[in-house]
């Protein structure tokens, strides 16, 4: 099996809910997910606002609906849920699935300051996604991330490893 993680990664300050699986490192905030559903960061590409993305995303389906740890299973709208509601406006999502050692699923946004940077969209095989491949260091460089947060296998190999890892660290 390979790592299968999703994250949302800010460098805001923010307090969250204790039951929202979470990790504190170097100054960023690092919130993983279970996205067993294609994550859909394709559309953002027909936004500039994070707000107009998010009524978008509203329209489809109410966010309400959506608990985050609902049997630990996440779609895009958990994770617009949780950047809605705790007014997060720069941070990065990152995807990567990879089975063994090979790459299989790659999802990567940039949001900063509320406005979506389209040069960070990578969501398929085309050729615009693997041209934007290209700006993703200098993305996390302009977050504050200057490490390979998916070699910290012992938190992020898969949100399953995130939430024992998580939940160990608050029994203490």
């Not at 709208?77 to 090979?102: G, L, P």
């Amino acid at each position: 099996m390979g790592q299968d993680i999703t994250c949302l990664i800010t460098n805001e300050n923010i307090e969250l809910d204790k039951s929202i699986v979470h990790f504190r490192i170097k100054q960023l905030t690092f919130i993983p997910f279970n996205t067993s559903c294609d994550l859909g960061i394709e559309e953002a590409k027909n936004f500039d606002l994070l707000s107009d993305y998010i009524l978008h995303l509203e329209s489809k389906d109410s966010f309400d609906h959506y608990l985050y740890n609902r049997d630990n299973d996440h779609c895009d709208i958990d994770i617009f849920k949780i950047v809605k509601d705790y007014r997060i406006e720069s941070f990065i999502i990152e995807h990567s699935y990879d089975w063994a050692d090979m790459p299989v699923e790659y999802y990567f946004m940039q949001v900063q300051d509320g406005r979506i940077l389209k040069n960070s969209l990578v969501y398929d095989d085309s050729e615009r996604s693997k041209s934007n491949k290209a700006n993703i260091q200098e993305a996390k460089k302009n977050l504050g991330l200057h490490f390979n947060w998916l070699d910290r296998t012992d938190l992020f190999y898969s949100y399953y490893h995130a939430d024992r890892a998580y939940t160990l660290q608050h029994a203490k």
